[in-house]
């Protein structure tokens, strides 16, 4: 059994950044990992992943201000936030799918306000 542990939300103004984490609790690097996220109000949508070859992808509304990463060392990934906007506010849940199974981490709240 994996267990995802996401930390590194909080509150942030319009423009900052802020940087997310996942880590899991044993080697999951034959997995996908990736964040989804919800917004108040609204369905739940994948944001961005990073398969095991460190291939990288994203929703359209993050593009070029999101960037998604992992370091299979540490079995774990990041979410590099910047350009933050008040529609990114939501809970953000660490994620990750593959031949290992299917995880998701306990979410952590992002919110951007001025």
């Known amino acids: 059994q994996v267990q995802l542990m996401g930390s590194g939300g909080g509150w942030v103004q319009p423009g900052g950044s802020l940087t997310l984490s996942c880590a899991a609790t044993r080697n999951i690097s034959r997995n996908d990992m990736g964040w989804s996220r919800q917004g108040p109000g609204k369905e739940r949508e994948l944001v961005a992943s990073?398969?095991?070859?460190?291939?990288?992808s994203y929703a359209n509304s993050v593009k070029g201000r999101f960037t998604v990463s992992r370091d299979h060392a540490k079995n774990t990934a990041y979410l590099q936030m910047n350009s933050l906007k008040p529609e990114d506010t939501a809970v953000y849940y660490c994620?990750?799918?593959?031949?290992?199974?299917?995880?998701w981490g306990q979410g952590t709240q992002v919110t951007v306000s001025s």
């Open positions: 994620v990750s799918v593959g031949p290992l199974g299917h995880y």
């Open positions: 990073v398969s095991a070859s460190g291939s990288a």
